[in-house]
Every structure is written in structure tokens, then in C-alpha cells.
């Protein structure tokens, strides 16, 4: 089958909706769906009766919390929809679900205020190599000129963006469209298609104007087209079209369509517009590397889902050959699954159907191997990734507990299926405070990951912050006797030791050594204290293990009879215990290095917050390849990092982020110790 040209039934398409938190690409889902007949009548967001959305957790929230996928056709060509989550929290889902579409289409609207999120979004697409347009919805709402809107989006963008409409003014009012390629004007219609009207007065003179600025874009990469245009030719309207196709095929320009989402307007001639000028699987295949042939079926694992029915779907965008029932396909890893079932996904529906050919996106059952972003191959070996994405590390992080110890092993099981879902969640064991720590990119991705735990695996959850690593030290040294003695009948239990305990440098740890002479204490014997100091450190006078200290076994005594190993490891715990008060412990808190991702127009912010959490702010400087973002450097506190990225997102229109590495520990004193240590022995009570 053909899969380029304007002419001829073209391999099923997959089109990415992507764009800024609540920018309508939800609404503009359900649009395209109702105009080509997938559904009957629009459903709305606000209604929960559209198609995409489905979830219990985004008809809550009244957001995009995982992809969306719906099909449908349009003028004999299919088409399958992916709607991606606009927060950045959700950002995931979107990286792992673009590689394998044919083309993407950008939702935005004129808010100067989101804009910071639109770059994020085209930084993705355009590092994939992703052919997109945008759309610009809302164009209802809109009290600006349309050039103005788009000199204040192109700097979000790193391509030109071409405007292939100009809105029609009616008293203040867009009522209609021209369409530049088409020179023809057309007057929005509630729900249905456009109508011609005649394009003149002021209406084509602006057309004329924006036509030609057009034309002038295209010819950038067409020198023909530019002698035309000097030459004051008017070009033929299939060179046009032609020209059009090519440039956002090969990544040239982005063309920006007009309409509103919510009223069906502009929808035909955006279907359009993805029919003959959007490239197909061939295209695809070449931007990915694919060599279809061998007959060997090729497919790209979209995302994972896990149904209260099915069990474990695995949505597959099918790159080469075909996929049935019973097909054998291997993961990454190279371990084979047998597909058990074939089906169709629209929302939250998944019927059953026949196979899937090359170009089709479906779902296929019980792929338990394979994973987000893998390969999947019928041939006899893995196939490498076809592109690799790495989630962003996380930035804020909850303790997360059975409230019913009899669930724990349900827990476990089921978050394991939450990190298939969405693999930008990480989970974390901390032994040392028995915490299952769950970590994501936000409050709301963390909330809507507790909601699933409570609601689909009918878990009921106890969360808290993380703890924090707090470690004690010591300030001077003391020598100490520790003698444990017990007399019971039979043999007694005897073991003494003297210690000379000294602070360390920090970062040192713990160092044990022995001084022992005349064999006061036999040598089989000290391991067993060393074993016992090491148990008396764990919990210090403060309440937290301690840190940066010498022990050497200087002396001690022994019975020939009532000396053992446990008497000896029980005399080093009680001599270290009996220390430490008179050391002058003082507490040690994890101080990390954080490096803070945020819009130029925000670092002041962003150092004032970092300083108001008793931050050092080490510099800053502007992010390698993102214009008009700096990092700041900072050296914090680990207790204080915990809600930062909350007041960040507050201070950078949703987009701030960072990332975080431990870097040392430093010494905390006065209120905040308090406050430190009567919160573990509250604990504790």
C-alpha cells in the first residue's frame, strides 16, 4: 500500500496529541472522533463523557493522567489517536508513546503564561524527529492578531512556525477561517463543516499579505519557488501543497492551524491537512531505522496497561509484518511471550478483534517479558531499541505502607504493575528505616498513583513524608570500660573491655582497631567486640546511628570459663553505650548538591526559594542548548528538599525541575536539632 503521495489509500496512521497542561487536546480528541464518525455526538471534559480521559483518576481530576487511545477514519483512511498528558508530571507517557508515530499535533493556545510548558513539549518532538503541527485551539477566545500570537510562540520553537490560516473578524469575534494553501475563506459552522464564503474586502487583502509570508517560509527550501516569488509568478497551487507536505515531513517548518476544539471548529481541515500532507510508516520506518523486510513482524511497545480483566496489555504500534493470536514475540531481553489476543483500544474500552497489519496501534494481551519502549520482534533474536528514554529523575518522593499488614505482599505486587505503567515512578527499599519509598515527578502523579493502589487493587494505604538520614557524631574522645557479667547457675557470662573512642573526620565512617598486649583479651574474642560497638553505634544518645568514629580496644580481662563470644560482644555494646553521652554527640544532617532546571525569568525566584531553605546558592548559568533557561547550583539540606519542587513548579509556570545527588553531611545545631531529635523520640514513644 501506498504510505505517501496525496493519492490512494495510505497504511494505518498513528498521530500523537500533545501539548501544555489543559491546552484541549482531550477536547480536540473527541472532536476529531465525532466529525469523523467514530462517536455520535461530542462528549465533554467537564461531563466525563468523552472518549480519552476515561480513567476513574482523570474524570477526578478533570486531566489527562496516562495516554488515551482511540481510532477512526477519515475519507477511507484510518487513523489511530494517542491523547498524551499535558502536566509535567505525566510528561513520561508522552516521551515513551512518540517514537513510533508518524507525526504529531501540537495543542496550544495565545497564553504567554504556558508557554515554557510548549517548549518542553516541542524539545521532546523535535529531539525525536517527530513531524509536527500545531494547532492553535481556543482561536474562539482569541483578542489578539494571529501574527502576534505566533511571534510570541516562536520562541518555543526551534522551526519556523508557518501560519497556514488567518482567523476571520466578525465585531471582535472569529467566526471563520482562510485557508492560505486554498486561498478560499470559510465561515465556522456549531458542530459541522464549514461554508464557503467569498474571500474579498479586507479579508483578502490580509489574506494576500499572510500568503505571501507563507510562501516566502516555503521558499527558504525551495529555490524554484523563490525565483517564482521574485519574478512575481504566482506558483501553481499543487507546487504549494507539494512544498507544504515536504518541509514538515523533513522537519523544515511547522505549520500552525487555526480552530476550537470545544465547538468542532477547524477539525475537517486539520483531518486534512494529516491526510495529504502528514508522511506515513514508510517515512517512520526510516526515521526509526526499521528495515522491513524479512517478513519478520516489528513492533513498538507504546505503554503498558493492566486491566482489572485482561491482565497485562501491552499497546503496540505494529512497524512491520503482522500480529495474530498465538504470534511469538520477544521483548528486549530476549524472552518470548505468546500474544493472547488482538484488540482494538478506543479509551477505556478493548474488544476483541482480528489481526493487525503493519501500520495498525492495538493492544495485545499478555506480553509479560516486554516492557515500555521495547522492540518486539517475531524473529529468532531481540532487536536493539529503536530510541531510548530515560524517565527524568524524580522529584519529590512519599513512604508508602499497607495500613492492614496482611495486604504487604498485595502491595508489593501491585506496585510492581504501577512502575510497568508508568516507569517514571521509582521505588526505593530503605532497610535502614523500613520505608518502601515511592518516588515520582509530582504531587498529583504521586496522588494519582496512591488512588490507583486504593481503588484497582483495593489496597487501603498509609502515607508519610520520607525520613530523613539523619546520622550523630561525636566532638571528643573518652576511654571507657565496658564489662558485662551475669551469674545464673552453671556457667556465668563474663566479657570487659576498655575502649578508647575518638571523633573522626567527617565522612571518615567507622574505624575499628586493637592494642592489646599479654593477651588480656583473647584474639578470638575481639571480633565479637568489634560486633558489639558496631550494634551499640546504630542507635546513638540522639536516636540516629553514629558516624565518624575510632574505637580501639585498648585493654581488658576474661574468665577461662565464663567468657564467650556473646559475653564480649555484649561487653562492646555496653562500653560504647556508655560513652557516647560524654562525647558530646551533636547531630549530622545530609546536605545534597541540587542543580535547578527553570525559565531565565525565573531565577530570582528560584534563588530566593532555595536561599529560604537554607540553601547555598553556589551560581548559576544558562542550560546548555535551551535558550532562555539557566541552571542554579545550590548546596541544601536533604530535609529541606522534600515539597521544593511544589514551590518551584509555583514559580516557573509549572515547568521547574532538578536533580540531586547527596554531596556530604554537615553538623546541625541548636532549634532545629531540637526539633530534630524530640520529633524521633515522639517517634519512638
Known sequence: MSNNGNNGTKSPRCIALVGPFQSGKTTLLEAILARSGAVPRQGSVDAGSTVGDGSKESRLHKMSTEVSVASTSFLNDSYTFIDCPGSVEFLHDMRAALPAVDAAVVVCEADERKLPQLSMVLREIEGLGVPHMLFLNKIDKADKRVQDTLAVLQPASRLPLLLRQIP????????GYVDLALERAFVYREHSASQVVPLEGDDLSREREARFQMLETLADHDDALMEQLLEEIEPPRDRVFDDLAKELREGQVTPVLLGSALHGNGIQRLLKALRHEVCGLDDTLKRLGVAANGGDTVGYVQKTLHTSHGGKMSIVRVLAGQVADGT?????KGEAARVAGVFKVQGQHIDKRGPATAGETVALG????????DTVTSGKAPL????????????????????????DVKLGQALNKLLEEDPSLVLVHNAELSEIV????????????IERLQERFQIQIATHPPRVGYRET?????????????????????????LDIQPLPRSSGFQFAEKITGGVVPRQYIPSIEEGVKDGLKEGPLGFPVVDVSVTLIDGSYHTVDSSDMAFRTAGRVGIHEALPNCQPVLLEPIHHVDVFCPSDATAKVNAILSGRRGQILGFEAR?????????????PEAEIGDLIVELRSATAGVGT???????????VGRAADQVIAAKKAAAA
Not at 384 to 406: E, H, N, Q, S, Y
Not at 474 to 490: A, C, D, E, N, P
Open 658 to 668: 532538578f536533580i540531586t545527588r547527596f554531596d556530604h553531611m554537615a553538623e546541625l
Open 366 to 373: 499478555k506480553l509479560d517479558p516486554v516492557i515500555t519502549g
Open 384 to 407: 536493539a531499541p529503536l530510541v531510548g528514554i530515560t524517565p527524568v529523575p524524580p522529584v519529590l518522593a512519599i513512604a508508602v505502607a499497607a495500613r492492614d499488614r496482611k495486604d
Open 624 to 636: 546548555e542548548g535551551w535558550p532562555g533557561w539557566d541552571v542554579v547550583r545550590a548546596e541544601m
Open 328 to 332: 511469538m514475540l520477544m521483548g528486549a
Open 168 to 175: 476571520i473578524w466578525r465585531e471582535g469575534i472569529v467566526v
Open 474 to 498: 561525636i566532638r571528643k574522645g573518652v576511654v571507657q570500660r565496658g564489662r558485662h557479667k551475669k551469674q545464673s547457675g552453671g556457667h556465668g557470662q563474663f566479657g570487659d573491655c576498655v
Open 438 to 449: 515511592l518516588h515520582g515527578q509530582g504531587e498529583m502523579q504521586l496522588r494519582v498513583a
